[in-house]
Every structure is written in structure tokens, then in C-alpha cells.
């Protein structure tokens, strides 16, 4: 794994954003992992690893994540960033066409990006996000977006395993390094790794559902949609409605998890390496 960063333009300035990669840098096929809202790149270390034999692997921490940095205006984090970040990000990876799998807010952003005339995404893989999001699914994820702190760090681990049930299925040592990532050490404790203010936005904005039937529809790339089937966030109405207008779209459904799956275990990363092979 390597470390790189591009910088980045927001209303109040310049910021950094971090990404890692994995296999070699002359390998013209190009997959670009986005995580979910509050997570960061480092839950794809175990797909990056396997795929990077077979593509260059870029997993990038969105700004007020992880190792990126945070802005200074709050009101920035959105997709118009993120978009714009990702841009500069792929005119640095100096490749015409990527793959992109994106877990939740990661795969928001792909879909707005394949939507796009002139998209440079060749394959989307969407993991448990789909064409709507409801207002009540947003309530609840921002409820949790609130700083908590730790004395150790096997205490946060208890959080994530209480809070990420999709993920139960992980051994210990993805847990020990899901939490080593996932947060960092503050005066009060060690608290989860990204910027409290994505949380103040999140509430502040999830107040009506979130209609992306329209960019959906306009995204002519090959797809694959992860469900997990307890979620709330992609739930069964959107799945099938989505089945029924592109019936060409490869569906990896996982019974009794909610959002949102881990991609960890062997069975999904045997699924989406066989996926991206075949299409």
C-alpha cells in the first residue's frame, strides 16, 4: 500500500485529500473504492489486497475523513466537493475510464458521477444504496453521528460492533483494524476518525427523502447492486423498481444483514472480483 494526496478547492480554501493504493501504478485498469458518510479507505484494505492483482486500486479518505483533512466551512460537505475532489483525484491517476465501488455515500457519489455525459466510469458497483434513500433512514444515521469518547481503544471496538451489525460476521482482527482506523486519540478519549460537523450537516439536511431516480435512469455503464436485505437505507420497493427499469443489472443480494455490508468477508469479495471479471 502506498500513500498519496491531491489538493483540493472548497469555498474556504485549499485542503488535502489522502488517498491509498495498491498494486502497480502502470496497471491501466483502474478500480476507485469510495467508503460510506463516516467511515474512511481503510475498509477496503481487504478487497484492495485481492484486487490488486488484477488493477490499480485507489481508495481515497473524502475530505473530514481519516487522514484527509477537514474544512473549514462546514457548509461544504456535500456532493459538489466530493465530485470536485474526485475530479482532481482522477486527472492525477492520469487514466481515461475507471471502475468504481462505492459503499453508501460512495456510491452516491459514483452514481452522479456515471450519470455524467462523458463519464470516465466504465463499471459501478453500488453497495446498499440505490435510486432513493428515505428521510427516516437519514434520521436515523445522523442520530448516530454524534462525537462519543472512549478511554481505550477495545471500548470503541464495543461501539462499532454494537453500531455496525451489518458487520458481525468479521473476525476479530478486521474489528482490531476497523477501530484502529476508524478512530483517533483526543484530550477526552479516542473518538471516531472524521470532522463532528459532517454530523451537523447530516441532520440538518435530513429532513426529506433523497430522490436520485433521475440520475440513476441517465448512467448507461454496466452495474452490480450489493443489498443487504435488512437495510434501511436501500430498502426492497427501491431494489425491485430498480430490477424491473434495468434488468441487465447484476443484483448480490445478502439475507439478514442491514446496512450496510462489510465487503470483508471472502464470499463478497469472490462475488465482486468474479463480477468485474465477467462484465
Not at 177 to 184: A, M, P, S, W, Y
Not at 216 to 230: F, H, K, N, T, V
Amino acid at each position: 500500500m502506498r500513500t498519496e494526496s491531491v489538493t483540493g478547492l472548497s469555498s474556504s480554501g485549499l485542503h488535502r485529500m489522502v488517498y491509498h493504493e495498491w498494486g502497480s501504478k502502470d496497471n491501466e485498469r483502474v478500480l476507485v473504492c469510495v467508503h460510506g458518510l463516516a467511515r474512511n479507505s481503510r475498509d477496503f484494505d481487504e478487497i484492495a489486497k485481492t484486487l490488486s492483482r488484477e488493477y490499480r486500486v485507489i481508495c481515497p479518505d473524502i475530505v473530514g475523513r481519516g487522514e484527509s483533512d477537514w474544512l473549514l466551512n462546514a457548509a461544504d460537505y456535500g456532493m459538489p466537493q466530493y465530485l470536485s475532489d474526485i475530479t482532481v483525484l482522477l486527472a492525477r491517476l492520469n487514466v481515461e475510464k475507471v471502475d468504481w465501488l462505492g459503499t453508501s455515500m460512495g456510491g452516491i457519489i459514483g452514481m452522479l458521477l456515471a450519470a455524467m455525459p462523458k463519464s470516465p466510469i466504465r463499471k459501478l458497483i453500488l453497495n446498499d444504496i440505490g435510486a432513493f434513500v428515505s428521510q427516516e433512514a437519514l434520521g436515523r444515521i445522523g442520530e448516530y453521528l454524534v462525537p462519543k469518547y472512549y478511554d481505550t481503544l477495545d471500548e470503541a471496538q464495543v461501539f462499532m460492533q454494537t453500531t455496525y451489525i451489518g458487520l458481525r460476521n468479521l473476525t476479530e482482527d478486521q474489528w482490531k483494524n476497523l477501530t484502529k482506523h476508524g478512530f483517533r486519540q483526543e484530550p477526552q478519549g479516542w473518538t471516531q476518525h472524521y470532522d463532528p460537523a459532517i454530523g451537523d450537516v447530516t441532520r440538518a439536511t435530513s429532513t426529506q427523502d433523497v430522490d436520485l431516480w433521475p440520475v440513476w435512469r441517465a448512467i448507461q455503464c454496466p452495474q452490480m447492486l450489493i443489498w443487504g436485505e435488512d437495510s434501511d437505507v436501500l430498502n426492497r420497493a427501491t431494489v425491485e423498481q430498480m430490477q424491473q427499469e434495468n434488468a441487465a443489472m447484476s443484483l448480490y443480494s445478502l439475507p439478514g444483514i442491514p446496512h450496510v455490508p462489510s465487503l470483508m468477508e471472502d464470499a463478497h469479495i469472490q462475488e465482486i472480483t468474479q463480477w468485474l471479471r465477467d462484465n
